[in-house]
């Protein structure tokens, strides 16, 4: 079962810091839907709609839902989907959702106050978008996993600005930081990108602290920046890339 909403928030996620993006087409071809229920407890209030290639015989406590005739929060008319902003949306999809159907990655503020998933156990919801787009920067070089390029990639091949330059941003500020001046003894790039590729990966499962003493091997700030667009233009396979 895999869970998505068509909601943005102006004050900042309520469903974490990682955006993944999916056409409605996608998740809707072959798929009926049923009305599951109205949450009034939410605020603010929310609906939930299930999306399934199951009939309705060998399902309870949902109903049929016709977009294009029945009254409700979300309509189809003309070939064309609508649904009401006013509230949350929840739509459950009861099926796993491939990666390759994502196709775009962004990095999001956390609301600051609400937590759907944690409530106030959350630890993200102080945390800006740029520091997830590091923590998912530095998985995808540490591990070499590729699975997300085309969504971190327009189609033009150009990286985005809203996604992949603001994670490697957020490396940078992460693991060395305004103030902070290297002075490691490794010099040399081949060196200094596998020092990198480990501290990123060590920063992606919650190893702050280690991430950083790993780049503090390195002689300078700009072998570290070096390092750092040598790694994603290889695994992105770009032919320029800077930190801005």
């Not at 945390?127 to 971190?152: C, E, K, P, S, V």
């Not at 994670?167 to 693991?175: C, I």
């Not at 667009?229 to 992105?236: N, S, Y």
Request: hydrophobic share 40%; aromatic share 12%.
């Amino acid at each position: 079962m895999c869970w998505v909403s068509a909601n943005t928030w102006a004050q900042g996620s309520i469903y974490g810091s990682v955006e993944f993006a999916f056409k409605w087409q996608d998740l809707t071809e072959g798929r009926k839907l049923y009305w599951v229920e109205a949450i009034t407890r939410y605020r603010p209030r929310a609906y939930r709609f299930l999306l399934t290639d199951r009939d309705p015989a060998s399902l309870q406590d949902v109903v049929p839902y016709d977009p294009e005739k029945m009254d409700g929060p979300v309509k189809k008319m003309g070939g064309n989907w609508y649904w009401n902003p006013n509230f949350s949306s929840e739509f459950m999809i009861e099926a796993d959702l491939s990666l390759d159907l994502c196709y775009s990655l962004n990095f999001v503020n956390h609301h600051s106050d609400i937590c759907r998933l944690y409530g106030a156990a959350c630890t993200e919801r102080q945390q800006l978008a740029m520091f997830a787009g590091a923590a998912i920067l530095g998985y995808l070089l540490g591990t070499g996993d590729t699975r997300l390029n085309h969504a971190l990639l327009p189609k033009n091949g150009m990286p985005n600005a809203f996604s992949l330059r603001m994670a490697a941003s957020g490396l940078w500020f992460a693991l060395v930081g305004r103030g902070t001046t290297l002075k490691g003894k490794i010099t040399g790039l081949s060196e200094a990108k596998q020092i990198l590729k480990a501290a990123s990966l060590e920063y992606a499962v919650g190893g702050a602290d280690e991430a950083r003493d790993l780049v503090a091997w390195l002689a300078s700030n700009d072998i570290f920046e070096t390092a750092c667009c040598e790694l994603i233009k290889e695994h992105f396979g770009l032919a320029s890339f800077q930190i801005d």
